[in-house]
């Protein structure tokens, strides 16, 4: 076993072949931050009277939720026989709405640890996750995680792993995130077992950019894996996509706080500050070069990763639009995945159509548009995108139902996924019954040990990105575990059904659903405006119709009294406060034609009763 | 007056008033409004300041209060002297509660004349007094009107038992012919309180308390929609299943029937909730509160408003009294009224009235929403042809949606 590190090898001066880039990967909730802070701990980068459970997760809202969203690099040293080694650690998110955070991160490795919780096993993100390693061709070292836990169960688990990723059950490693049991040891495997980086020192600079992060203090934080040569302070560099140059101001490591350094050369991973202010010009992806001696082909970047799900995004008071458009742009700089343009709705007034990877990113985004930038949102109901032919051949895309062609369609097509489920082979017929109700096509199931199988399903995104996995959950007692990505696309019976308040049509509550399930949505809709939407002078009914045709109808009476016929008394201060908060509450009423809608109305008509707060914990 | 008391500034102990107060004061009415905080019984749905003897926890606090409202009394003089006002008679006085009848007739007169001692009272002024049907006797009710009571007004509420026993009143409805012919006797005006919308309260029972009430041919009748109050015994019940919810189409009907069968014996609304047979027999002290006028509230939670200032007493009687035994102003806050506030007042109370609101009381967005007003059928239009805005039947159902529109964004 190694002790920590006497001398930690200087960035900029540290030979490649002490390097070791390493993410640590795994299913949602497995431990892999809290393996990392074993890490932080043991490697010595964070004093023990610092050290706070998981470390890394410093956002509010990762550590409210107990999730890392973004992943974090962090260089820590540590000694094998007598050589300091310089470990790149990259603590990477498990929820599947997250797995582009993974990709980049790998592409800034030479391995990666996967880690299984010892008292769960193998579960789909462990798959898909471990297959996007193997993609990136990553040295793997497998871990069982969590084995103080008395449900731990390694010997059956180690042969799972070993099943899987080929090897023998003694190479499975075992610790304890918690207690650190073990974590020395896994140090020791990273420097023997992972490949140091390779790269041509004197070749001109290409550095990779895996993550690009605003900060409020330092502008656009770029993070950044060098390939060949060398960075330096005060040098010009240059985005080899967009040719922008920039100085580079500081250059460093975190460590994981950031540490100004004199440069980063070949292996090395670190930041780069320019002083830019918008993310755009630091693209997660992009190579970064010298402008002097500037390399003549890029690395190749990454995909942007696809939204899938879109919602309308609108301020609650409509002069702050412009403050939204800002925060988008913001937020935008440490979110890659992150799309919108401006669109209006007769409803909402200004606002955005804004693409995600899934419905915790969604949530995730708008919670944090809402404290970080001080917000106050309604979002639309989610809804994919769909492929429409008109009659004449033309295709159009449509990411909001309210553009829906209304004229004579040919087909529409909607967006396909290959959904894995690994769940206890008891709740097979579950599962299926789930699947077939969610217009699920079986592709195959297999067993993964005697008791655990793997099914695949080639569905409808738009059956699984709502409530899918809380139903999938409540099926299987917790036990079942869901991946999924995107597959093609098919043609399918899809309506658009419309809500209208008074004859008006509100264009927020447009939806596109399979033909089956229109009578349902429109029953659901029209039931909860009646409780929402408070009695008017008039009578107000509420239909949903596809086109023409009315599908479902409901009556909001005519209101008869609205005067407080008591004795008051002297009281007037009491009467006077109450009108003026009536009042208040009238500026928050959107007109929907002569109709008065609470903006709660609208909030509450749009949440879905589903909550991915729970789906982001198992 | 409603037990919860609003939030305001702090009052002066010494109870002075900003000078602002003096300012058109002679045209001013100036009214005393005399709190009597003590029930006998807590009815379920009442959230006023009023307390029974075991709440009070010892009934002495019961015989020394009208020494107390006394001490008030000469306060408020003080303070009015003091701050430069000029001399004024009482025009009304009104005694409320609680159940003022409570304490001996010869309390009421004693704090009665105190006040007339210190202020003087106009020829022709009303002194009125609340009264529960079971809490007066004929002498009782002539040692009033031998005081200088001029009118009564009787808890009656319902005419049906079942409808009173959800109320938890205590007398019952025979007795309510009984308290009116005394009243008369003593050369009283009598007015009736009624309340509809009771749980378990059908259209027929309320035409019965209606007609009931009508037949004993009151000067003034009020008719209050029954409000389920937070906090009160009959809200717990309501949470609870206990008993059915209020339903507010329920009560317009009702309200439409009070109006009908109210005006077809004679009465005449002078204010939503308010019907008299004459208009000298509206009742004036109410009025002066939705007209602006000044008055002086004594008694534990009472409010007062003097020329754009309200203030308001602490709520239980121990502080109050302690408050006045040291000397001190017994207000728990107050509030001074800007220009804006009065104007929006003026307009949430009088429109609420029979005479109506000047239509030059509203800015250009109220008047703006007049015509679409009357459009609705909410607003009179042959008296806003004169320049009044005067609600109909629906617009007094509405009042409070009508004040909204008309009031500056
Ligand atoms: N008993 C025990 N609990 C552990 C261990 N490691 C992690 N946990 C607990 O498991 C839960 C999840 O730990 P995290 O470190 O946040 O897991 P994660 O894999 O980073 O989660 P995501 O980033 O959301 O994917 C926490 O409640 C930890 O305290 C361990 O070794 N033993
Ligand atoms: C101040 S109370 C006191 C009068 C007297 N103690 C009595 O109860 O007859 C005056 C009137 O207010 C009305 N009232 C009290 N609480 C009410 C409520 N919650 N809803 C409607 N009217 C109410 C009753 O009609 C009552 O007669
Ligand atoms: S008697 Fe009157 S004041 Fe007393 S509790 Fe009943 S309603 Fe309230
Ligand atoms: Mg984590």
Redesign the pocket.
């Known amino acids: 076993m190694s002790p920590m590190a006497r001398t930690a090898p200087v960035p900029a001066a540290t030979d490649p072949a002490i390097i070791r880039n390493f993410c640590i990967i795994a299913h949602i909730d497995h431990g892999k931050s809290t393996l990392a802070d074993r890490m932080l701990q043991f490697t010595g980068v964070v004093q023990a009277r610092d050290m706070k459970a998981q470390y890394l997760d410093r956002m509010d809202i990762e550590r409210e939720r107990g999730i890392t969203i973004k992943s974090q690099a962090v260089r820590m040293p540590w000694e094998v026989d007598n050589t300091a080694y310089a470990l790149n650690m990259i603590d990477t998110p498990g929820h599947v709405d997250f797995t582009y955070e993974v990709s980049r991160s790998l592409a800034a490795c030479e391995g990666a640890v996967l880690l299984v919780d010892a008292a769960q096993g193998i579960e789909a993100q462990t798959l898909a996750n471990l297959y996007l390693a193997m993609e990136n061709d990553l040295t793997i070292i497998p871990v069982l995680n969590k084995i103080d836990l008395p449900a731990a169960q390694p010997e059956k688990y180690a042969e799972e792993l070993a099943n899987l990723i080929g090897g023998d059950p003694d190479e499975v490693m075992r610790v304890s995130g918690k207690t650190g049991i073990g974590v020395e040891s896994l140090l020791d495997r990273i420097v023997r077992d992972i490949p140091a980086p390779v790269g041509q020192a004197d070749a001109p600079a290409r550095a990779m950019i895996f993550d690009s992060v605003y900060d409020t203090y330092r502008g656009v934080v770029t993070y950044v894996r060098v390939v060949d040569g060398h960075l330096s302070p005060r040098e010009r560099i240059q985005m080899m996509s967009t040719k922008a140059s920039h100085e580079l101001l500081e250059i460093g490591v975190s460590s994981p706080e950031p540490v100004p350094t004199k440069g980063l050369g070949v292996g090395e991973v670190g930041y780069l500050i320019t002083g830019v202010k918008d993310v755009r010009q630091s693209k997660v992806g992009d190579t970064v070069t010298n402008q002097a001696k500037p390399a003549s082909e890029s690395l190749g970047g990454y995909q942007d990763p696809k939204p899938m799900v879109f919602s309308g995004l609108y301020p609650l008071d409509g002069t702050d639009y412009p403050n939204l458009r800002e925060a988008l742009d913001k937020l935008k700089l440490n979110d890659a995945a992150l799309v919108y343009e401006p669109e209006t709705s007769a409803a909402l007034g200004f606002g955005f159509r804004v693409g995600f990877l899934g419905l915790l990113h969604l949530e995730i985004v708008r919670e944090r548009l809402e404290r970080e930038f001080n917000l106050d949102l309604i979002s639309t109901a989610p809804n994919v995108v769909y492929e429409v032919t008109l009659e004449d051949k033309s295709v159009r895309t449509v990411t909001n139902p309210s553009e829906f062609p209304s004229g004579k369609i040919n087909e529409v097509r909607e967006p396909m996924v290959a959904a894995t489920i690994l769940a206890p082979n008891e709740f097979v017929g579950a599962i299926m019954e789930l699947c077939q109700g969610r217009r699920g096509q079986m592709r195959g199931m297999d067993y993964l040990s005697e008791d655990r199988v793997e099914m695949r399903y080639w569905i409808p995104l738009a059956e699984i990105v709502f409530d899918f996995f809380d139903q999938l959950k409540s099926k299987t007692r917790g036990y079942a575990s869901l991946d999924w990505k995107a597959e093609g696309e098919q043609v399918a019976d899809l309506v658009k059904v419309d809500i209208l308040l008074q004859g008006e049509q509100v264009d927020a509550f447009s939806a596109i659903t399979h033909r089956d399930k229109a009578y349902a949505y429109g029953v659901m809709m029209t039931s909860k405006l009646r409780e929402l939407i408070p009695r008017q002078q008039f009578e107000v009914p509420i239909q949903a119709a596809i086109g023409s045709r009315i599908i479902a109808r409901e009556n909001i009476r005519a209101i008869r009294k609205d005067v407080l ?3 008051y ?1 002297g009281d007037i201060t009491r009467k006077r406060k109450l009108l003026e908060k009536q009042k208040e509450g009238k500026k928050r009423m959107k007109m929907v034609g002569r109709v008065e809608v609470p903006q709660e109305a609208f909030i509450a008509a749009l949440t879905t009763d589903d909550s991915s707060k729970d789906k982001a914990k198992k | ?1 409603p037990s919860v008391l609003p939030i305001g500034a702090p009052a002066p102990l010494d109870g002075s008033l900003p000078v602002q107060v003096i300012e058109g004061a002679t045209s001013r009415t100036f009214s005393l409004y005399v709190h009597i905080p003590f ?1 006998a019984v807590r ?1 379920g ?4 300041n ?1 307390y029974t003897a075991t709440e009070l926890g010892g009934g002495a606090s019961q015989d020394a209060y009208a020494a107390t409202a006394v001490s008030e009394v000469e306060f408020a003089a003080r303070a009015m002297d003091a701050a430069g006002l000029p001399s004024r008679t009482l025009s009304t006085v009104f005694f ?5 009848t409570l304490l001996p007739a010869g309390d009421l007169a004693r704090i009665l004349a105190a006040a007339v001692e210190q202020w003087g009272i106009a020829d022709g002024a009303e002194v009125t007094t ?4 079971d809490s007066v006797t004929p002498e009782s009710l002539q040692v009033l009107a031998e005081a200088g009571f001029t009118r009564v ?5 319902s005419a049906v038992p079942h409808v009173l026993k959800v109320l938890d ?1 205590t007398h019952t409805p025979s007795r309510v012919p009984l308290v009116v012919q005394w009243a008369r006797d003593a050369g009283l005006s009598v007015s009736l ?3 509809y919308g009771t749980p378990g309260e059908s259209m027929d029972d309320w035409r019965r308390s209606l007609e009931t009430a009508l037949s004993y041919n009151p000067d003034h009748i ?1 008719a ?6 937070e906090g ?1 015994k ?1 809200a717990a019940q309501i949470r609870r299943g206990e008993v059915p919810g209020i339903d507010d189409d329920d009560h317009a009907a009702k309200y439409e029937l009070a109006d009908e069968l109210i005006s077809a014996a004679g009465l005449t609304w002078y204010e939503v909730s308010n019907w008299s047979r004459t208009p000298e027999q509206a009742c004036r002290h109410n009025l002066a509160y939705w007209q602006g006028g000044d008055w002086w509230g004594i008694g534990p939670g009472a409010h007062s408003h003097i020329g754009g200032v309200r203030w308001w007493n602490v709520k239980h009687p121990t502080a109050y009294a302690s408050r006045l035994a040291a000397g001190h102003s017994p207000a728990a806050g107050r509030e001074t009224l800007d220009a804006g506030t009065r104007a929006m007042e003026r307009i949430m109370l009088e429109v609420r009235l029979g005479s109506g609101l000047d239509v030059d009381a509203l800015d250009k967005v109220g008047r703006h929403a007049m015509a679409g007003l009357i459009a609705e059928g909410l607003v009179e239009p042959a008296a806003a042809f004169r320049g009044k805005l005067v609600l109909t039947l629906k617009g007094r159902l509405l009042a409070d949606a009508v004040v909204r529109r008309v009031l500056p964004d």
């Open positions: 016929a008591k004795c008394g | 007056m029930c009815c749905y009442c959230d006023f009023t409320g509660g609680g159940t003022p609340e009264a529960n049907p007004s009787f808890g009656m509420q009143r309180d009624l309340i009020s209050y929609a029954l409000i389920v109050e009160t009959l």
